[in-house]
DNA sequence: CCAATAACCGAAAAAAGATTCGGTATGTCG
DNA sequence: CGACATACCGAATCTTTTTTCGGTTATTGG
């Protein structure tokens, strides 16, 4: 349970870090457990799947750790969506959150050793998406040519 | 465009493999090339993004090269999206078709190099999420016994 | 005190993604 | 030939994810 505790509120739970309402996590909830989980993709993605997740990541990575500064230097995001991730991330034990009581009191969030574990896929990741972006941009230019 | 010509009309293209229609193209598209694109992280899961393309990776790697096949080692999917998600693949060049002329004549995909330089990162993915599936189950179920 | 900023949150709407369903075409095998 | 399997495809529908919007609370700096 642990930092589980930081959490409280079920509803708040549900609600605020998967985006449902308790009514429905039931099954919503077996549906998730009996579908997948017996594939490490699948796991895995649940984790970071989401479209900001690795970004987010990445983002407190290299010390970009508070909401608001996340989010502008991820110009394209709602800072809501932001807030979500963020949260789904905390839940999962990917980042924590420590908001120190010193000047400026604001929340920060770091990664976890768990979320560290993460940094040499995210690397590999954008290293090939680095790698390629002229490939797929040409593609996606081909593509309206022909339109 | 080599084998862009495979693919025929673009009606095709753009909605099988995209999934909307012609009309909504080119705002779709705009945005889509402005948006993005300078990130990595977002080229890649521009590639691989789908909910089941890595495992549809995994699967032609593993030697399940053809379409029912691999939505059979997929159960959760339906045959529509792994034939979706095939064709956007096929599109940047991340599988090729090769429907042989021979007995028994169905098509088979195969990975490209681009697909096979994917393999790392979903070898490093797929280990990543089987030594968590247990934490990341555990976490679940403590969310369950709260609820 | 007051304006500004940050961290959140809930709800509704929009967008994106996946599924279901009903087709066509083609080939195989008994 | 006729039943069956495969490869596709389009459209409608449903689900999930993201965004937009309108708040509350708390802190900071003038």
Redesign the pocket.
């Known amino acids: 349970m642990a930092d589980f505790e930081a959490i409280n509120g079920c509803?708040?739970i549900a609600?605020?870090y998967f985006?449902f309402k308790l009514k429905d996590w039931e099954s919503?909830y077996t549906?998730k457990i009996d579908e997948d989980l017996d594939c490490g993709i699948r796991v895995a993605l649940k984790i970071f799947g989401?479209?900001?997740k690795l970004c987010i990541i990445d983002a407190i990575n290299k010390g970009i750790v508070?909401?608001?500064e996340i989010h502008k230097n991820i110009p394209?995001?709602?800072?809501?969506?932001i807030?979500?991730?963020l949260?789904e991330l905390l839940f999962f034990g990917v980042v924590d959150?420590c908001?120190e009581d010193v000047?400026?009191?604001?929340?920060e969030y770091e990664l976890t050793a768990l979320g560290k574990s993460l940094l040499p896929i995210l690397a590999q990741i954008d290293s090939w998406g680095m790698a390629h972006s002229e490939f797929v941009k040409e593609r996606l230019l081909e593509l309206e040519e022909e339109v």
């Open positions: 509803n708040r609600n605020a985006g919503m549906r989401g479209k900001w508070r909401p608001v394209d995001s709602s800072l809501r969506v807030e979500i991730q949260a959150k908001s000047y400026p009191k604001k929340s």
